[in-house]
């Protein structure tokens, strides 16, 4: 079974850093994209970037360049998502999803980690 | 590429037909649209129904289509069903990114 599963729900004060990760199972995690998407509470979806596990070749959406960092690990087939220094308005659910048809036809998404920021 | 804009609601009775739009659609380089569309139920990820415009993935029902008109991409649900009723988020690609819409609340009445 393709599937991505995510880590768990964090819970951080801000300025802290956090990174969240992604794992692949079932499939070539080296041959296609994967997306992070913000849905901030009662929100729509923020395209927030991709990246190519295969070569780590990564695109940023602009609203979120020097924001976040992406990055893969392709030997243990994980993606990660990262924060240097978390603000309350980072409060949101995170998913990763793999990049199956063309462009942003995204078929498979991971079950969203919870991260919330609070002083 | 701006965010792209949807109603916040639409709505329709069982068996009816109700369109989707999604307006600010713009080409990527070389003129190529991309446009798709997502179903979200509460508190589940997204699913992916139309990509490319009016493609579907394998098992979405057919009664799901997509079209576009200038810069307007539109997701139609013909013979709604009681499970139709969930957000709907369109998405679109364009300069290395993509962007996607506000969403829009599905009721079936």
């Known amino acids: 079974e393709v599937q991505l599963v995510q880590s768990g729900a964090e819970v951080k004060k801000p300025g802290e850093s956090l990174k969240i990760s992604c794992k692949g199972s079932?499939?070539?995690?080296?041959?296609?994209?994967i997306a992070w998407v913000r849905q901030m509470p009662g929100k729509g979806l923020e395209w927030m970037g991709v990246?190519?596990?295969?070569?780590?070749?990564?695109r940023y959406s602009p609203s979120f360049q020097g924001h976040v960092t992406i990055s893969a690990d392709k030997s243990i087939s994980t993606a990660y998502l990262q924060w240097s220094s978390l603000k309350a308005s980072d409060t949101a659910m995170y998913y990763c999803?793999?990049?199956?048809?063309?462009?942003?036809?995204?078929?498979?998404w991971g079950q969203g980690t919870t991260v919330t920021v609070s002083s | 590429q701006s965010a792209l804009t949807q109603p916040r609601s639409v709505s329709g009775s069982p068996g009816q037909s109700v369109t989707i739009p999604c307006t600010g659609i713009?080409?990527?380089?070389?003129?190529?649209?991309?446009v798709s569309w997502y179903q979200q139920h509460p508190g589940k990820a997204p699913k992916l129904m139309i990509y490319?415009?009016?493609k579907r993935p394998s098992g979405v029902p057919d009664r799901f289509s997509g079209s576009i008109s200038g810069n307007t991409a539109s997701l139609t649900i013909s013979g709604l069903q009681a499970e139709d009723e969930a957000d709907y988020h369109c998405?679109?690609?364009?300069?290395?990114?993509?962007?996607f819409g506000g969403g829009t609340k599905l009721t079936v009445l």
């Open positions: 990246i190519y596990p295969g070569d780590s070749d990564t």
């Open positions: 999803a793999r990049r199956e048809y063309s462009l942003i036809g995204m078929d498979v």
């Open positions: 490319d415009v009016t």
């Open positions: 079932g499939y070539s995690f080296t041959n296609y994209w």
């Open positions: 998405c679109s690609y364009a300069r290395s990114y993509g962007v």
């Open positions: 713009s080409s990527d380089v070389g003129s190529d649209i991309y």
